[in-house]
């Protein structure tokens, strides 16, 4: 998988370095993905699959240069409210119209860590993830496009009471933007 992440981020780098791009003349994107997640804990033998539903809003800076916050909110009725809040930059490449390949660099915090669709949380848990992406948008005219994406997120959890752990996962991420 690490593999294939480096193949995948060297040919988009190489293909696209000729000249950044974002839809002509928009400034903000705004979307949602569903992703299928794989997780395993550290010391852990098999890894854990769930579905996940990111939100995020961005904002092309300078050329194909983007900052895109992400986040996620769980409140059930009795438990405790869980997020996770990340701070993502992207870079958007111009090969062949309509394909816009980017890579996706951030950093995130919360009380809790995705899981079963959900961010996971308590009041004495802290988590805080690196995030590492590649990908590639398909714009549907200059107003939207469809967007799809692996990610490499390394969560390190504290909680009181516990010691520290570790939490990688990988999502492919699949859904839709649109640009004004």
Same mark, same amino acid.
Request: negative net charge.
């Given at each position: 998988?690490?593999?294939?992440?480096?193949?995948?981020?060297?040919?988009?780098?190489?293909?696209?370095?000729? #000249?950044?791009?974002? &839809?002509?003349?928009?400034?903000?994107?705004?979307?949602?993905?569903?992703?299928?997640?794989?997780?395993?804990?550290?010391?852990?033998?098999?890894?854990?699959? #769930?579905?996940?539903?990111?939100?995020?809003?961005?904002?092309?800076?300078?050329?194909?240069?983007?900052? /895109?916050?992400?986040?996620?909110?769980?409140?059930?009725?009795?438990?405790?409210?869980?997020?996770?809040?990340?701070?993502?930059?992207?870079?958007?490449?111009?090969?062949?119209?309509?394909?816009?390949?980017? #890579?996706?660099?951030?950093?995130?915090?919360?009380?809790?860590?995705?899981?079963?669709?959900?961010?996971?949380?308590?009041?004495?848990?802290?988590?805080?993830?690196?995030?590492?992406?590649?990908?590639?948008?398909?714009?549907?005219?200059?107003?939207?496009?469809?967007?799809?994406?692996?990610?490499?997120?390394?969560?390190?959890?504290? /909680?009181?009471?516990? /010691? &520290? /752990?570790?939490?990688?996962?990988?999502?492919?991420?699949?859904?839709?933007? #649109?640009?004004?």
């Amino acid at each position: 998988m690490k593999k294939a992440f480096v193949i995948l981020t060297v040919f988009f780098f190489l293909g696209g370095l000729f #000249v950044a791009a974002q &839809p002509a003349g928009k400034k903000w994107e705004v979307g949602g993905s569903i992703s299928f997640t794989s997780f395993k804990f550290s010391g852990a033998t098999e890894s854990d699959s #769930v579905f996940n539903l990111p939100v995020r809003v961005g904002y092309f800076i300078w050329q194909g240069l983007e900052i /895109e916050p992400e986040v996620m909110y769980t409140k059930f009725s009795g438990d405790d409210a869980a997020y996770v809040l990340s701070a993502n930059v992207a870079y958007n490449f111009k090969m062949s119209r309509p394909i816009l390949p980017f #890579v996706l660099g951030g950093v995130g915090f919360g009380n809790g860590f995705t899981y079963a669709g959900v961010a996971e949380g308590d009041p004495d848990l802290n988590a805080f993830t690196l995030q590492f992406g590649v990908g590639a948008k398909f714009l549907i005219g200059s107003s939207a496009a469809f967007r799809v994406e692996y990610r490499f997120t390394r969560n390190h959890l504290t /909680e009181t009471g516990f /010691e &520290p /752990e570790n939490l990688n996962s990988h999502q492919f991420l699949l859904g839709a933007s #649109v640009f004004f």
